[in-house]
């Protein structure tokens, strides 16, 4: 059982990695295109390479483990940009937000076998 857990943690915990590693890869190399994205969704344009900073520093928090208290703020940090991402989508109605329904999905999870998987560990 535990093993199971730590398969389930750890296969949603690299797809929200690959997710977010292709995400920063287009607010950096693929920057007009983003831009007009964050134009249409009404979100100012200097958000993009902070945004893209705080996804590579939340990556790290979460898979180096190194402090509890990082993992839980980057898990926070992920979960309100997808769900803002989401409710931004449906407001200008572009059909694009089942990427991050899919992300929001992938991140509870995440976040829910994390507590499961290793709390076990330190009992």
Not at 28 to 43: K, M, Q, S, W
Not at 76 to 86: H, K, N, R, V
């Amino acid at each position: 059982m535990k093993k199971r857990r730590k398969i389930i943690y750890w296969t949603s915990t690299l797809a929200i990695t690959a997710l977010m590693l292709m995400s920063v890869s287009m607010y950096l190399f693929n920057h007009e295109e983003i831009r007009a994205a964050f134009t249409n969704l009404g979100y100012p344009t200097y958000l993009i390479y902070p945004l893209a900073v705080a996804k590579i520093l939340g990556l790290i928090a979460i898979l180096t483990d190194k402090s509890k208290m990082l993992k839980e703020w980057a898990y926070a940090g992920f979960f309100f940009d997808f769900i803002l991402a989401f409710f931004a989508h449906i407001m200008v109605a572009d059909g694009q937000y089942p990427g991050a329904l899919v992300a929001t999905i992938l991140l509870i999870i995440s976040y829910v076998y994390d507590k499961r998987a290793f709390s076990e560990d330190t009992k």
